[in-house]
């Protein structure tokens, strides 16, 4: 079974710690000075100082002044020593039901006289658990034993250099405050703080704390600020909202973002099919024209031959005749073949002629056999369809 004792003595350890440690000191410096900046009546609306009364023990113990804290104190009551414990209680509860803030915190103030003073230098390496080394030396420094005072510290000074702690101890003998809190034990008051009263200017008639709290940890009470609660919780619940918003947009926007991957990435398919489509076309379309180009440049073998029959004269006859590409070869008989080249270059269709190889004469007929050469000109074609029209 868990000790939850034990548990609060750790976390009381390590709350003591906190407040003796330099974060502790800087975040106070750090919201006194933000607090300074905000105009007062944004203080008053934004953050509302803490409700707070004060019982002001007097010199002899026997009266305490009730008095509203704060930053400007208010004297509200006295109670006497002679007054009746249940008429005082009365009182008491009239006084902490008047702070429409909430139930206000109660810190029991002391005569400065009745507060002890003492400085404590220690080593800086007991920093981290300061409060039970001051607790253990405690007869050391000062005239009384741990179990018969009730005592608390500020650190004044950090030396890192000469490696010394300067602290400021306050302590109160127990039994000196065993009849006061007997009587606010009858009136029904449980003080959340136990300090002293501040030593003020001559003049200055307003009261105020020295800054510490004498109780020892396992009495004093906790106080809560329900309007602080509820503010860190109005706090909280805006976090969350917003984390809640800022998870539903990414949420909604990583959504969004599928799905419009997804459509580019039908669209992407699409085009990609477009494309393919467009090049097949655009590949058909070339071949398409490749032929029909390579058809208009070569010249029709039937206009070809007309040609060759119009320009070569009866005497002249060919027994092969061959079409490559853009070159005409011939080959035949017939006598004056060197007529031949002046024949055929006349006609439009036809450059370059020339005679390949000798010419033989043929021993049967008697006629000279040749082989010729002419270059096609399929530009001429038209010239020669128009030529051939006028005869």
């Known amino acids: 079974m868990t000790d939850f004792s034990d548990i609060r003595q750790g976390l009381r350890q390590l709350a003591a710690r906190y407040r003796t440690s330099p974060l502790a000191a800087f975040l106070s410096w750090w919201g006194r000075e933000l607090y300074g900046m905000i105009p007062q009546h944004w203080r008053q609306r934004l953050i509302a100082p803490r409700p707070q009364l004060w019982l002001i023990v007097d010199d002899d113990g026997s009266s305490l002044q009730i008095w509203r804290g704060g930053p400007e104190p208010e004297y509200l009551d006295t109670f006497g020593a002679g007054e009746d414990a249940g008429l005082l209680r009365t009182r008491w509860q009239n006084h902490e039901a008047g702070f429409r803030e909430g139930v206000p915190e109660v810190s029991l103030l002391l005569p400065p006289d009745m507060v002890l003073e003492a400085p404590v230098d220690l080593p800086l390496a007991v920093e981290s658990n300061l409060g039970p080394a001051v607790s253990y030396q405690l007869d050391q420094l000062t005239p009384f034993r741990a179990d018969q005072v009730w005592h608390d510290f500020h650190v004044l000074e950090r030396e890192t250099e000469s490696g010394r702690l300067r602290l400021d101890l306050r302590l109160v003998p127990r039994n000196r405050l065993t009849s006061l809190f007997e009587r606010l034990a009858a009136i029904g008051i449980r003080p959340h703080v136990l300090d002293s009263a501040a030593e003020m200017p001559v003049g200055d008639q307003s009261p105020d704390r020295a800054g510490f709290n004498l109780l ?5 009470r906790v106080y809560i600020d329900r309007r602080v609660r509820l503010n860190w919780a109005l706090a909280l619940a805006a976090v969350l909202m917003l984390a809640v918003v800022m998870g539903q947009s990414l949420y909604l926007r990583g959504q969004g973002i599928e799905k419009l991957e997804a459509e580019i990435a039908v669209l992407r398919t699409e085009a990609e099919q477009v494309m393919a489509l467009q ?34 004269p009866n005497d002249l006859w060919l027994q092969q005749v061959q ?46 056999r040749f082989n010729a050469r002419a270059v096609i000109t399929p530009w001429g074609l038209q010239d020669a369809v128009a030529a051939r029209t006028r005869e």
């Open 216 to 220: 020892p940890a396992e009495q004093r």
């Open 323 to 368: 079409i490559r590409g853009e070159e005409l070869t011939m080959s035949g008989m017939g006598n004056g073949s060197q007529r031949l080249i002046e024949l055929v270059n006349a006609s439009t269709l036809f450059s370059e002629t020339e005679i390949r190889g000798q010419v033989n004469i043929d021993p049967n007929t008697g006629q000279e």
């Open 279 to 312: 090049r097949e076309l655009e590949d058909a379309l070339d071949a398409a024209n490749f032929l029909a180009e390579h058809r208009r440049e070569q010249p029709v073998v039937m206009h070809v031959l007309d040609e060759i029959t119009r320009v070569l």
